[in-house]
């Protein structure tokens, strides 16, 4: 399959409970039951074949929700969770004429349902394309109290908005840059607040992996070259998908690429020094799982309790999924097939389909 091909496919979203804040503005479109299903653990939307979005949850202690199909995000080209004040929200790309983007959002009820998807309002429909298939991929990040979200426009820019408190949307900004490093066609894009700032990380057609900063006033820390700071593995190939977490005021940041080992992990610290990058399957052994390939195509995850919570998706028709976790003591735990762990055998998760947060 090729790369553009698997990313078209699918969405893959993980989203990890934060501790619930004060309540939610009663605007309209953040309206949220008082009482909801226990966002607590790792939290998954999975793009399944034929064309559907199933649900589920690993607990915290252990064990995995019985999944369940959300009938109306179907028709989302691509999604992105969050936990905000407690309450899980999803906000999705929809594709309509030539490609055009028209972003909408949901809420999860107090009867685990969620609601019909409703309009962003303040936000502008996205101009298509019929060839940049990367388009519509999307990442929210609780930043301040307030969401952040992030999506790539038909032409592989960044664009960025914010929610206001009234539960309207600031109007679509350029968040790439306009030459140099962050110029070129996003591919994948993944975000997380540390110590209060917007961390964003994003893999390019070209190969680069970017990483830019937005400051609690507004203001962007220009784009820098991750591979320039951290060192280029020996086996690298062109990266696929992205995944971060802020944890302990530091980013973890996870890779996945196309070369024989697949999944790296390096950790930007709060002094903006990076690590060198880590081989994921050397430590969490994918093989003991029954994974025995070298492309994890896709990634997704979320901070949970101090920790690193992943699901990958490898490059195969099969629709397996792994799960580990990064401890806080940097050891691994030995990578799970979710598939034993939870019943998906009517649906069928494909390559880069999934989105995480906890």
Known sequence: M??????????????????????APAASTRAVAQTVPDPAGLNLLLRADPWKVVETRRAPDRTWDAPREVPQFADLFYWTLTVDHGHKRMFGAQRYG??????????????????????????TDLPGSTTYYQMGRVKAAQVGGRIQLLAIDPSGRLMHTTELADGSWQPWGVASSASGTGSGQFFSVAAAEVGGELQVVGTLFSGEVVHAVRHADGSWQPWGNVLGATGTPAAWGLPTDVAVAGINGQLQVVVCDNSQIGAYHAIRRSDGSWTRWGDIGSQARFDRAGYYGSNLTGVDGAAVNGEFQLVFEPSTDAGDLYHTIRHADGSWDLAGHVQNAVDLSRWRPVAVGAAAAG
């Open 2 to 23: 090729s790369k553009a091909a698997a990313v078209a496919a699918a969405a893959l979203l993980a989203v990890a409970a934060a501790p619930a804040a004060a309540a």
């Open 98 to 123: 030539y490609g055009n983007l028209r972003f909408v959002q949901s809420v999860e009820q107090a009867d685990g349902s969620w609601s019909a998807l409703a309009p962003m309002t303040g936000l």
